[in-house]
């Protein structure tokens, strides 16, 4: 038996974006994983997966269209399709390498489960499960939550009886009167959004050329995450609004603007009866950036990290209706919107390190192999290691931003957070030289490398 039901926003909101994608791109939405399970038995691993999937309906679910909307189908169970390979030996680059075969491979968009994987074993004893899954079916925090239920089921196969939040109750609650409130004040917020534009950043890409052209460079430093650490203490806000703040700093001296528009992904798991919902919340939310030269750093901060918390309150919508307030109010400007500029914090850069970061060496700029060339044409996000090193990662179209504009860019980000260290009271407008400042070993290299090929 099979029952269908609307999909919960974040599912709607993914569906959406993987239409825009061509049949050949469709790996751009899958979700890595690959769990070490040495020590068990093949039966034992699968038979903790096949517990999850009865707990978890995202794991049984398959999409579809009917009467031209689409809908999930969640079935009482589906075959685990977990491919077992064997190996004489054992070799130390094969877990990258069958999950980087398995990440390529792109799902059907219909009547497909959405996720598989590979159970490698050597001389019959496993040693790693490699995973791929749609984020129609999880996002980070699902799968991360998911590898953790699983070892938790090893230990205990009672573990994963325990009933679970279920996708199609919250999509008929997000379309309920007890969500009406949340709703309107969606829609609030999107209206004053369109009405003041303009809604978009970046000029429309050319018609006609290559899809494959985006580059991409990260900033690794340790001297970075202190800091970044350290202006959030100063100016009370998010590790992650500071960063923020300063990416739309770089962004507004490029497309000279001082009303930036940013795409914040929102996990959207605030409410704790759908925390711990195993399925994909995620959703883009717009989130205004007002980098006025006048303003203080340390008044941008603040402005910024508030603005930001309403755009999470505002951060589970229906997209499709979105779309029609787009329509039906248009820009000032005469642009449709688009999410052209995401924002993306991975993971939380150390919030106790050392004060002298010199100690940890000179910050690295590396040029790297795009694992997506699809999606937005601009694209920056966050990561770290939660303990010596914070990561920004640019991702751009170049006819965007060239290899030396992404340079300038990084540049302004790591001088932006800086200054909102040293000189807070220093205004917006004097950073209009930090893309040309060399800055020190220890924050930022003083000759990147090109990058390759280009």
């Excluded at 951060?315 to 995401?342: N, Q």
Aim: overall charge negative.
């Amino acid at each position: 038996m099979a029952i269908d039901a609307p999909l919960t926003y974040g599912q709607l909101s993914t569906w959406r974006s993987m239409e825009t994608f061509a049949t050949d791109r469709l790996m751009e939405v899958n979700v890595p994983a690959t769990w070490d399970v040495r020590g068990l038995t093949a039966d034992t691993v699968l038979g903790a997966l096949g517990a999850l999937a009865r707990r978890h309906e995202s794991l049984r679910t398959t999409y579809h269209v009917v009467d031209d909307q689409p809908v999930q189908r969640i079935h009482d169970q589906l075959p685990l399709r977990i491919e077992q390979v064997d190996h004489a030996v054992r070799d130390p680059a094969d877990p990258a390498a069958t999950l980087r075969a398995l990440h390529q491979l792109p799902f059907p968009v219909l009547d497909d489960p959405g996720w598989h994987g590979r159970l490698v074993s050597v001389a019959g004893q496993p040693q790693f499960l490699a995973l791929s899954l749609s984020h129609m079916v999880v996002d980070l925090w699902a799968i991360q939550e998911l590898e953790q239920q699983f070892r938790a089921v090893v230990a205990d196969p009672g573990a994963g009886s325990a009933p679970a939040p279920r996708s199609r109750e919250l999509a008929l609650a997000q379309r309920s009167d007890s969500w009406q409130s949340r709703r309107r004040r969606a829609e609030t917020y999107w209206r004053r959004l369109l009405t003041d534009g303009p809604v978009r950043n970046l000029p429309a890409p050319p018609t006609g050329r290559a899809a494959e052209r985006r580059i991409q460079a990260t900033l690794r430093s340790h001297h970075l995450a202190v800091l970044v650490a350290q202006a959030a203490k100063a100016h009370s806000v998010s590790q992650q609004s500071v960063v923020m703040a300063a990416t739309a700093v770089a962004l507004a001296q490029f497309v000279d603007r001082d009303r930036i528009m940013m795409s914040l992904m929102s996990a959207n798991r605030f409410d704790p009866e759908w925390q711990p919902l195993i399925g994909t919340l995620n959703q883009l939310v717009p989130l205004v950036c007002r980098v006025d030269p006048d303003s203080t750093l340390a008044q941008y901060l603040k402005r910024t990290h508030f603005n930001a918390m309403l755009a999470y309150r505002s951060g589970s919508y229906d997209v499709d209706r979105a779309e029609e307030l787009a329509k039906e109010i248009g820009s000032p400007d005469g642009t449709r919107f688009t999410h052209d500029c995401w924002f993306n914090y991975i993971s939380e850069p150390p919030r106790e390190v050392p004060d002298d970061a010199r100690s940890a060496g000179t910050a690295e700029l590396s040029w790297d192999v795009p694992p997506r060339n699809a999606g937005h044409p601009f694209y920056a996000r966050v990561h770290g290691d939660g303990q010596q090193w914070i990561g920004v990662t640019l991702r751009v179209d170049p006819d965007v931003l060239g290899a030396d504009a992404v340079v300038r860019a990084l540049r302004v980000i790591a001088e932006t957070v800086r200054r909102s260290v040293t000189d807070p009271q220093a205004r917006l407008g004097s950073l209009d030289d930090a893309g040309t400042v060399v800055p020190e070993p220890a924050l930022f290299p003083g000759q990147g490398p090109a990058p390759a090929g280009r």
